[in-house]
């Protein structure tokens, strides 16, 4: 168990709204990831980050911004959310490459 | 494009019987891990294959690693219903944990 909290666990939100994803993790890994879970799709990657303010984009990072200011914290947002945006969205976290990766439970997120 | 392949998509069988799921890419991966996700929940890692050629094995599965390290399966021996999930491989690539479509394996009793 690497101490992953996803928080909302579910959210029902309006077009046009901004949503704001929480990953929290205890264990101090250094990399974090967020990936949407679709049918069909697998897993798709968002954004991840590297260290404390280091972030990079992932395939489908289109209409996502994240913010690591702290170890512990990575945050998902959406601006203006989409119905398109609707899906399970996972955090990940481990300590580099090559290594074991802990996901959260993840997040429903469904877009009106 | 998708950087890593999974094969089959789907796959239901009889319990007692057994299968393969592989997983391909034109890309040599330093090491390619497996997961299994049950629903509801995140994937969990069963095991990461570094050397190629590499052959390792867990209970009923065995995991093998292509000797270019472009490739790997995953054998499942006498299938039981408590194997259903969603089986997915995953590689890093620029120090982005990339992952396959999955399989999602049903195991009849």
């Known amino acids: 168990d690497a101490g992953i909290t996803q928080s909302p666990r579910h959210k029902v939100t309006e077009t046009g709204t901004p949503v704001t994803l929480r990953c929290h993790q205890t264990?101090?890994?250094?990399?974090m990831y967020w990936y949407r879970q679709d049918p069909g799709h697998g897993l798709r990657l968002i954004h991840y980050s590297y260290g404390v303010k280091d972030t990079d984009k992932g395939e489908v990072s289109d209409g996502y911004s994240v913010s690591r200011s702290k170890t512990e914290d990575f945050l998902l947002t959406l601006e203006s959310a989409t119905s398109s945006q609707t899906s399970v969205y996972f955090c990940a976290v481990n300590r580099g490459p090559n290594t074991e990766a802990f996901f959260g439970q993840g997040t429903r997120l469904t877009v009106v | 494009t998708q950087l890593l392949e999974q094969s089959p998509q789907f796959l239901s069988i009889q319990e007692g019987e057994n299968l393969t799921v592989y997983c391909n890419s034109s890309?040599?991966?330093?090491?390619l891990q497996w997961y299994r996700q049950e629903p509801g929940e995140g994937p969990v890692l069963l095991v990461t294959v570094v050397t190629g050629g590499e052959v390792k094995k867990l209970k009923r599965l065995t995991f093998q690693f292509g000797d270019a390290r472009k490739d790997s399966s995953l054998h499942i021996t006498a299938a039981q219903p408590g194997d259903t999930g969603l089986y997915l491989c995953a590689g890093e690539r620029s120090e982005k944990l990339v992952f396959g479509k999955g399989t999602k394996l049903t195991v009849n009793p």
């Open positions: 890309s040599v991966f330093s090491s």
């Open positions: 264990e101090n890994h250094r990399y």
